[in-house]
């Protein structure tokens, strides 16, 4: 269902995060509502597909740019409504903050903006547009957010390289996932190729691994709702920002996958000589060091290696995994 926005139209998502309007500007463009409806701007959107389609003239090039970009504004806010809203509640959820708002902006902007061209060819005709698809299709577009969405364009990228998978079957695979589940879906694609098929990681370690690798993802992603917010910077700026944003978690998702590689494929000796000249902290009680009574003895006093405690929290006897380091206005997204 289609209708008109104003002032008073509903913008946030459940949770009282940002709505998922497509620039943010007091006029909002448009967004998407949880219930499956959208609510669209009458003067920017609506008004521009309704002149188009009864103008007896061709149209002039800005017409036509501003007729691509009522159309992108439509396939964003629909793309908006592929993801399913998740449940909050559920085990490894994440929240919707900025992070996941950049995370989802930006995925829907560049799916919206790749796809474009096919959804004019196959809608236009169906509303009385077809005799303007071809002056439309192939025509340039411009981000509303240039920041999120060329963050997200390189991390899918280098999760696509990482997972087997294809850019586009990676950025298809987080468009529909659930929300608050976005993160793990998205390591979960280079857990499954790089270390579970491998051998290399036991399943009951993958909750552990996943907030290890997702954590330097929402950390990086997080810092760039003030560079989408940033006035003095031009779009260029704010793209080149974006890929930074990127790169510097890939750095440390690839160091820690080589950490964890490097654990699991020692051999039993070498684990069990790592795990015995491993620092052990001694025991409440226990002796101190040698000349001070004897041999300090290891946590518990059994003799066995002791179980170390993960950075994060969780333990595993033996084996340590490193600590790491989506729906808002749509500008970029």
């Known amino acids: 269902m289609l209708s008109s926005s104003g002032p008073d139209a509903a913008r946030s998502r459940p949770g009282g995060t940002a709505g998922c309007s497509r620039r943010a500007t007091p006029d909002n463009l448009g967004t998407a509502h949880p219930d499956g409806s959208l609510a669209l701007s009458v003067e920017q959107v609506l008004s521009r597909l309704q002149q188009a389609q009864d103008a007896d003239r061709p149209l002039s090039e800005d017409e036509v740019w501003l007729l691509r970009d009522a159309m992108n504004t439509v396939a964003h806010e629909a793309t908006h409504l592929m993801t399913p809203l998740g449940d909050k509640t559920a085990p490894e959820a994440y929240p919707y903050d900025d992070a996941a708002s950049a995370f989802d902006e930006g995925r829907t902007e560049y799916w919206a903006d790749a796809n474009l061209d096919d959804i004019v060819e196959d809608v236009f005709p169906e509303v009385g547009l077809g005799h303007r698809k071809d002056a439309v299709v192939g025509e340039s577009s411009l981000s509303a957010y240039p920041g999120y969405s060329a963050a997200v364009r390189h991390l899918d990228e280098e999760l696509a390289a990482r997972s087997g998978l294809t850019r586009e079957e990676v950025t298809q695979r987080l468009v ?32 552990d691994v996943r907030r290890q690798l997702v954590a330097p993802l929402r950390e990086s992603f997080g810092r760039l709702a003030a560079v989408e917010a940033d006035e003095s910077l031009a779009d260029n700026e ?96």
């Open 176 to 207: 529909v996932a659930d929300d608050p589940q976005r993160w793990n879906v998205a390591v979960d694609m280079v857990i499954d190729e790089q270390l579970a098929r491998k051998g290399l990681m036991p399943e009951t370690d993958r909750a």
């Open 238 to 333: 704010k793209a080149a920002a974006g890929i930074k944003a990127a790169q510097e978690p890939v750095a440390g998702l690839d160091t820690e996958l080589d950490r964890i590689r490097t654990q699991q494929e020692l051999s039993p000796d070498l684990k069990r000589l790592q795990a015995l000249t491993a620092p052990q902290a001694p025991a409440a009680g226990a002796i101190g060091p040698r000349g001070e009574g004897g041999l300090r003895e290891r946590a518990g006093g059994s003799g066995e290696p002791s179980s170390r405690p993960l950075r994060g929290g969780a333990q595993r006897s033996g084996l340590r995994v490193p600590a790491p380091g989506g729906v808002g206005p749509r500008g970029e997204g």
